[in-house]
């Protein structure tokens, strides 16, 4: 028990000697103790726990670590240890140097390697070219060779002084005229490096054919011996055809004809001349003259191509179309009163539409004329025409219309009607004394009463029925007010009943699309019929 109390007291005098001296507790400015009775201090490389956290020189992480002594053949390994209670240091010791040996080892641990033996230097074997293709390499510890076991190395034609001997593709000839093995007999190449060593002639061209430039290219048989020069030749077809003789193009690849085809005209059909020079004289669509006239009392849409055509459509004295173009012939019949609804927006040309009353064969006068309706060059009509037959006619609008589809459409509404000419407005009538001729979807009970059709078309795109449209005030009988589109007899779009001024009708807003004709019939309720007032804004 002395003893361990005798060593304690020595590690206590030697930690306040190095650390100054220990500080009891409460001593003003002194360290704490720690619990166990350590007295903090700065940790140093002594193997002992001086800052009293159970950590043994801790800062000094390399301690134990792997480290190396020495260079070359004089390299050690070892360990770090402390050397200092601040520095660390390795414990090995660097070997003995030697004298250097051709062994590819530092022995002399100067950090080179084989430096007495020029070892890697080029140098040149027993073959015979002068190039150094090889180096030198040790052979025993003291002795070296050169490793060049190439056989010799004989001069190529590649720029390069391939046998180290100061000269550069010597024996090839370079620069000497010849001609290369090509079709031609013109002497026009050099002997040449070939590129894989060797060499060859460099001719122009591989095979140096004749050119159509008035020239002898090929040296043999004259200038264009190979080109038809001078040869009849015609050029276009039907009444473009021109006659000349072949001349040279102007690439000199062939020959050309001395003329130029005519320039096309608009075609007619079935005339036995290929005005356009397509190679043909066109058919005539089957309803280009009157006689032919399509029957379109079905109603539809009806195509047909108007490029070939005849102009034999005008009506002298002038009207909206003008003289106007090309043209082809409809007809329809009506039994009855009725609106008939037309438009050409799908075709491919300005056009212009007449409507004639009578056959197409005996023609009166102009009708109706349509032309650049909706802001555009096409046209659209709704008419309300009597009973009979009728010609209807599409005609381009200028005479400088050469092609194009015509795209007709054509509606029979089934009824007669009004027009509403403007988009807005007031217009009165009377019921009484007519017939029934259709009943609303809101109120069933319009099936007995006598109504009146409005009709008005609309553009391409949407329009707007707004909801001011109504027979009030104004109408003095129980009205019932609906919108359709197309044929009157179709579907209604909008219906109103009683909804106005008392017994009167006013449209919700509705939503009508175009291009079509569209319907604003008034009629009554019950039978009831009489005097109306209709207003209406169509934006």
Request: overall charge negative; proline content about 4%; charged content about 20%.
């Amino acid at each position: 028990m002395l003893r361990v109390a005798l060593f304690i007291l020595a590690l206590v005098a030697i930690g306040c000697a190095q650390g100054g001296t220990p500080k009891l507790a409460g001593d003003a400015g002194g360290d704490a103790p720690s619990p166990d009775g350590c007295v903090p201090s700065t940790e140093r490389c002594n193997d002992m726990d001086d800052d009293c956290d159970d950590f043994v020189d801790n800062g000094f992480n390399d301690k134990g670590m792997a480290c190396t002594v020495g260079v070359g053949a004089c390299a050690r390994d070892g360990v770090y240890v402390c050397d200092t209670d601040t520095e660390l240091k390795c414990d090995a010791v660097a070997g003995t140097p030697t004298s250097e040996d051709c062994d590819g080892i530092d022995d002399d641990c100067d950090m080179k390697i084989d430096e007495d033996f020029n070892v890697g230097m080029p140098c040149d074997g027993a073959d015979n070219d002068v190039c150094a293709d090889g180096v030198i390499v040790c052979t025993s510890a003291s002795t070296t060779t050169c490793n060049d076991t190439l056989a010799n190395d004989p001069e190529r034609c590649d720029t390069f002084d391939n046998d180290c001997d100061g000269k550069t593709d010597e024996g090839f000839n370079l620069g000497a005229t010849c001609d290369g093995g090509d079709a031609d007999a013109c002497n026009e190449g050099m002997i040449v490096c070939n590129g894989t060593g060797g060499a060859t002639c460099s001719d122009v061209s591989t095979d140096n054919l004749e050119v159509c430039n008035s020239l002898d290219d090929d040296c043999r048989n004259g200038p264009d011996d190979t080109y038809p020069v001078g040869t009849s030749c015609t050029e276009g077809l039907g009444l473009c055809q021109r006659s000349g003789m072949k001349i040279c193009n102007g690439t000199g690849t062939g020959v050309q004809c001395s003329v130029n085809a005519g320039v096309p005209i608009p075609e007619i059909c079935n005339n036995g001349i290929d005005e356009d020079c397509n190679g043909s004289d066109a058919g005539c669509p089957a309803n280009d003259v009157a006689s032919g006239a399509i029957d379109i009392s079905a109603g539809g849409t009806f195509m047909m191509d108007l490029s070939a055509a005849r102009d034999d459509n005008w009506t002298a004295g002038g009207d909206c179309g003008g003289q106007g173009g090309r043209d082809i012939f409809y007809q329809f019949v009506l039994p009855a009163r009725e609106v008939v609804y037309y438009d050409t927006f799908g075709s491919d040309f300005d056009s212009v539409v007449r409507i004639y009353p009578g056959s197409c064969t005996a023609l009166g006068s102009v009708l109706s004329c349509s032309n650049d309706t909706c802001t555009t060059t096409r046209s659209q009509a709704a008419l309300d025409l009597m009973p009979g037959t009728y010609c209807l006619v599409v005609d381009q609008a200028s005479s400088a219309g050469t092609a194009g589809a015509s795209k007709l459409v054509f509606k029979r509404t089934g009824r007669s009607g009004v027009a509403l000419t403007s988009t807005s407005g007031t217009v009165t009538g009377t019921t009484a004394g007519g017939t029934s001729l259709s009943s609303a979807s809101c109120e069933p009970k319009t099936n007995t009463s006598p109504d009146v059709g409005h009709f008005f078309t609309t553009c391409p795109g949407n329009k707007t029925v707004n909801a001011n449209t109504s027979t009030c005030p104004g109408t003095g009988f129980d009205s019932v007010l609906y919108l359709r589109s197309g044929a009157a007899a179709g579907t209604d779009v909008a219906c109103d009943d009683d909804d106005g001024c008392g017994t009167t009708s006013l449209l919700d807003p509705t939503t009508v699309v175009g291009p079509n004709v569209h319907w604003l019939i008034v009629d009554g309720f019950d039978g009831a019929n009489g005097a109306y007032v209709l207003k209406y804004t169509i934006q």
